[in-house]
């Protein structure tokens, strides 16, 4: 359960953005005939008058109960049909209204009218899942892609001297690990001014970079991903980087002040730790994947002789302790270790992108830090042996993207309870992509995936993966490291110039 919104969340919530988007509509279905005799259709209109007064107060209060519903238990907030002997009254959810971090619910009434019609009204408003928000450090999104993507245009690019291992963006900001010192360039995006428009496309805008990272006596490896989160109770924001060391995989980085980034200090001990249990004389010690996600940090390895996957407790950023001594991810047979190519963290539950043959979705419940259990009902075994390579939550809707196979290799999954029967999150939709989905991220009614395809490396999809693809995006080098959405623009990375895109959709 979500716990509720309390009126200082709010105020802030207010603060960051306007947390309700209201409107009514009204219309009527069928055909509405003649009107009569001059009396009689004038008893109709203020009988009518009177019907779409009350029609739209029960459709007010029906969103009105589902946002005081959200401020208890965001969750508790479903569909549903209300009984009425005159109306016929729906609280829905459209899928092409949400985000990580809201949704849109919208409140039907319609009756039988005169004439064969069938009016009705409806109101909307759009509710904030506030709690999601602290807990992924304000790295979600509230509010959906207004635009097209048909197709995306260039914002601004640039190159650096090496090519980019790791990227996150936050608030207009990207972060990237490199594979050259000094290993992390940040990139401010909020100074970049519009290009202008233009017919054949758009005038590209150099990014500056922050890179006097002051690494004086604190040398930092190779960054193989990052999550940055803004902390709550102190406004600083931090970067927690899993990194190439064997013996330091996790980094946190106090990226505060983005032209001088530091490794974060619990007064003269560095935020630099080591996994409980990994050999770093064994196969892959590095650090791998990593997630912020309500005051613990989930990091991974690739396989390796220990375990491969570690919470830390990072309610002080500046000092994590490891909780437990690792995961390791033996959960379907053969019992040996795997490879988490991808996970996401949400709820306690932790999904996973795995190299397992037989179980290339794997789902552990991580609501007990000291008791990760594997959860076998979850967690799936696709077609043919290949990978799975991404994986994004939004919602209840599980997306999972794979390596080129047989069968498709993106799917929507319905993870809307985490602890299904065995057979694993049943499929709602998929598509034959035909290569490797090697990133994904969801918002709206856009599904954005990075591709290891020439010429179509971005593509954009449905976000219920109905119909053909909205673009197939010619982004002139593989997608290498990854790319992130952020307010409507995508992050992306390449392995050749430019290393860092900033693609936008000019229309909506």
């Known amino acids: 359960m979500s716990r509720g919104f309390s009126i200082i969340e709010l105020i802030i919530a207010i603060a960051i953005a306007s947390i309700v988007i209201s409107g009514v509509v009204v219309g009527t279905v069928g055909n509405a005939g003649g009107f009569g005799a ?9 009988s009518d008058g009177e019907i779409y007064s009350e029609a739209l107060r029960k459709a007010q209060d029906l969103i009105e109960e589902g946002a005081a519903t959200a401020r208890t238990d965001y969750g508790a907030v479903v569909e549903k049909t209300v009984s009425d002997p005159r109306y016929q009254i729906k609280l829905t959810i459209p899928p092409a209204y949400i985000t990580q971090c809201s949704q849109a619910i919208a409140g039907t009434v319609s ?3 005169t004439y064969g019609r069938t009016p009705w009204v409806g109101a909307t408003t759009t509710i904030v899942n506030i709690p999601e928000m602290f807990a992924l450090g304000h790295d979600c999104d509230i509010t959906p892609p207004p635009g097209g993507w048909d197709p995306p245009k260039i914002y601004a690019y640039d190159t650096f001297t090496g090519k980019p291992t790791a990227l996150d963006a936050l608030d207009h900001i990207a ?3 490199e594979d050259n010192s000094p290993w992390l360039r940040i990139a401010d995006a909020r100074t970049v001014p519009p290009p202008p428009p233009i017919q054949n496309g758009g005038i590209f805008v150099p990014l500056p970079y922050a890179n006097n990272f002051n690494s004086t006596g604190t040398v930092l490896d190779q960054i193989n991903d990052i999550d940055v989160y803004k902390d709550q109770a102190s406004g600083k924001v931090y970067a927690f980087a899993a990194t190439a060391s064997s013996t330091a995989q996790l980094v946190v980085l106090d990226v505060t002040d983005i032209n001088n980034p530091v490794i974060a200090k619990n007064g003269s001990v ?17 650090g791998w994947r990593i997630q912020y996600y ?23 950023p500046t000092d994590p302790t490891e909780l437990g001594s690792g995961t390791k991810l033996t959960g379907c047979t053969p ?68 390596q080129k196979n047989s069968g498709p290799e993106l799917y929507m999954l319905n993870a809307s309870s985490p602890f299904p029967t065995l057979g694993g999150f049943p499929t709602l939709a998929s598509k034959e992509i035909g290569d490797d989905v090697t990133d994904l991220r969801v918002a709206g009614r856009f599904a954005f995936a990075a591709v290891a395809h020439a010429n179509e490396e971005f593509q954009v999809w449905s976000s ?45």
């Open 38 to 46: 001059a009396i009689g259709g004038k008893q109709t209109v203020v």
């Open 111 to 113: 009756w039988a009218g």
């Open 175 to 177: 972060y990237m690990g």
């Open 270 to 286: 560095l935020a630099k730790r080591s996994l409980i249990g990994v050999d770093p004389a064994g196969s892959f010690p590095q």
């Open 294 to 316: 309500d005051k613990k940090v989930y990091i991974s390895t690739r396989e390796t002789s220990g375990p491969e996957f570690h919470i830390f407790d990072v309610t002080d």
């Open 335 to 402: 019992p040996n270790g795997t490879t988490a190519n991808d996970f996401v963290i949400s709820n306690g539950i932790a999904y996973l992108a795995t190299s397992k043959d037989a179980c290339e979705l794997m789902v552990y419940n991580v609501a007990n830090p000291l008791g990760v259990t594997y959860i076998a009902g979850a967690s799936r075994d696709f077609l043919d042996t290949e990978n799975g390579l991404s994986v994004f939550l939004l919602s209840t809707r599980l997306y999972f993207g794979r």
């Open 464 to 508: 219920d993966l109905s119909g053909p693809s909205i673009n197939l995006y010619d982004f002139g080098n593989v997608v290498i490291a990854g790319f992130d959405y952020d307010n409507d623009w995508v992050f992306a990375t390449g392995n050749a110039s430019p290393n860092l895109t900033i693609l936008y959709s000019p229309t909506p």
